[in-house]
């Protein structure tokens, strides 16, 4: 695949959409970074954005939307969410915020946790693409895990070029840097990632704001949604089962596996990666006494299918 270059026209940004609606990877220009978007209520658009970047884990990604009003269809805005939304969206500041039920959006896009992340752009090429498209984008920064953020489509197809469909050209992003991340974790409002807009213009609006440990230092940027407890089902998990013990459902992979739930019965990552959260959910809330998961492959998105299940494994702490 080489992906094409579409410039910010009518014409252009109509295609971009359309590649987003049909479950594409579109890469496109906001005031910060260049994003790469898919389709956010899409499971199957989301998992390839992973398997894209070639993240080993499943970070939680930002969603994008035009307008406050889409935002409030997919999250709760308490308070000083609201306050913070008003002062400074359209903008570089990201809300952490808890996701509503009836929103549509794929798990995995907040990688199983009860929040998710939003942002509303500024920058007018964003801002037209989304109200385009008409759903949520998620959209992490368009490189490849590890790599720097782009700040131009030629960064952007130079990385990236062979694994997505479209770049949107828009030029130079005026920012240059991600935008702030603000989550309220017990109605707390707490810096997750220092970026585009500052701290003191933050606290102007709502006082004091918590810092995280080493969210001041910007080596620390890679990864606030590791801070948050991620997902883990309520039933104990075992990984590498070959079948299942006692009162537990086997959740199985590849057409060696019995009848019964299946991340893919045709092997392919892509597949059981975009199912995963929502095949361990529903499991979850079903009368098994644990969940055994069949051997994953380890390459590709598999690594980061068994990042995730070797967390959901590990011993829980005591409560
Ligand atoms: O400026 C930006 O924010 C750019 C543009 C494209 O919007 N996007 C961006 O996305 O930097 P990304 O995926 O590279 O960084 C998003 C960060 C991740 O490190 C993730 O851990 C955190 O946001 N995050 C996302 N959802 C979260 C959640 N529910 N809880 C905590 N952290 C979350
Ligand atoms: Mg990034």
Request: glycine share 12%.
């Amino acid at each position: 695949m080489t992906a094409r270059t579409l410039d910010t026209t009518e014409e252009g940004l109509a295609k971009a959409a359309a590649i987003l609606t049909a479950g594409g990877l579109v890469a496109f220009p906001t005031e910060t970074v260049y994003g790469l978007g898919a389709d956010a209520t899409n499971d199957r658009a989301v998992a390839r954005i992973f398997a894209a970047k070639g993240r080993p884990h499943f970070n939680p990604l930002i969603c994008h939307v035009p307008d406050v009003e889409a935002a409030a269809e997919i999250a709760t805005l308490a308070d000083k969410a609201s306050a913070l939304a008003e002062s400074f969206w359209p903008g570089p500041l990201t809300l952490v915020l808890p996701r509503r039920g009836d929103g549509g959006l794929s798990r995995l896009v907040s990688a199983g946790l009860p929040t998710v992340a939003i942002r509303v752009p500024a920058a007018a090429t964003a801002v037209d693409l989304l109200r385009r498209f008409g759903r949520p984008v998620a959209a992490p920064s368009a490189n490849s895990s590890g790599r720097l953020s782009p700040t131009t489509a030629q960064h952007v197809l130079a990385d990236l070029g062979a694994a997505i469909d479209a770049v949107v050209d828009g030029g130079a992003c005026d920012i240059g840097v991600e935008s702030t991340i603000i989550g309220f974790a017990d109605g707390r409002p707490t810096l997750l990632r220092p970026g585009g807009l500052s701290v003191e213009a933050i606290e102007a609006v709502i006082g004091t704001v918590a810092q995280t440990e080493g969210s001041g230092d910007p080596g620390s940027v890679v990864a606030p949604g590791m801070l948050a407890s991620h997902y883990a089902p309520r039933l104990p998990l075992r990984t590498n089962a070959a079948q299942a013990r006692g009162g537990e459902v086997l959740l199985g992979f590849g057409r060696a596996a019995p009848p019964g739930p299946n991340l893919s019965k045709t092997g392919d990552l892509i597949e059981a990666a975009a199912s995963l959260f929502a095949l361990l959910h529903e499991l979850d809330q079903g009368n098994a006494t644990g969940i055994a998961v069949m051997t994953i492959p380890d390459h590709g998105l598999g690594r980061a299918i068994n990042d995730r299940l070797k967390r959901a494994a590990a011993p829980r702490p005591a409560c």
